[in-house]
């Protein structure tokens, strides 16, 4: 299913969307004269190149002005969603920590990014939080899941 046109308020019809990540990418990357829309594109590619470097299974939902028609988007907003079994309270390899760690991705990609375990309520509660239009509670957003 392709990525929805946008609304007349520059937004994704509500709910979650599937792509793949050359969808995504071919779809949100270029606007009129943003440059800022290939840098965020850039560090997006690198965060989902480490994220299948580190063997989680996670399912991802992008967000912020990136899936806007906003042409100087200034972020990308992710949920990361880990397997329902996930120890969380486990040991995790560096490795597997930055991938998961909300202050180490704000850092190195400037991302915020919310994680949660698949089926849980968090789980729910950021999806339909993540469709909210900050400033404007008549509104509702879509949001897209990148395809495995």
């Not at 392709?2 to 990540?21: K, R, T």
């Not at 397997?83 to 990609?109: G, H, K, M, Q």
């Given at each position: 299913?392709?990525?929805?046109?946008?609304?007349?308020?520059?937004?994704l019809s509500e709910g979650v969307?599937?792509?793949?990540?050359?969808?995504?990418?071919?779809?949100?990357?270029?606007?009129?004269?943003?440059?800022?829309?290939?840098?965020?594109?850039?560090?997006?590619?690198?965060?989902?190149?480490?994220?299948?470097?580190?063997?989680?299974d996670l399912d991802v939902f992008?967000?912020?002005?990136?899936?806007?028609?906003e042409d100087e988007s200034r972020?990308?907003?992710?949920?990361?969603?880990?397997?329902?079994?996930?120890?969380?309270?486990?040991?995790?390899?560096?490795?597997?920590?930055?991938?998961?760690?909300?202050?180490?991705?704000?850092?190195?990609?400037?991302?915020?990014?919310?994680?949660?375990?698949?089926?849980?309520?968090?789980?729910?509660?950021?999806?339909?939080?993540?469709?909210?239009?900050?400033?404007?509670?008549?509104?509702?957003?879509?949001?897209?899941?990148?395809?495995?």
């Amino acid at each position: 299913m392709a990525i929805p046109d946008f609304d007349n308020n520059g937004l994704l019809s509500e709910g979650v969307h599937e792509a793949s990540e050359s969808e995504l990418f071919e779809r949100f990357r270029y606007f009129k004269s943003s440059t800022r829309r290939i840098e965020l594109s850039h560090k997006l590619k690198e965060y989902l190149e480490e994220i299948r470097h580190s063997g989680l299974d996670l399912d991802v939902f992008v967000d912020g002005s990136f899936v806007t028609s906003e042409d100087e988007s200034r972020d990308i907003d992710l949920i990361l969603i880990l397997p329902a079994d996930f120890d969380i309270d486990a040991e995790l390899s560096p490795y597997t920590s930055n991938v998961i760690s909300a202050f180490r991705v704000r850092r190195r990609y400037g991302f915020d990014i919310l994680v949660a375990r698949r089926g849980t309520p968090q789980h729910e509660i950021y999806l339909d939080d993540f469709q909210d239009v900050k400033g404007r509670s008549e509104l509702r957003k879509g949001i897209v899941r990148i395809r495995r």
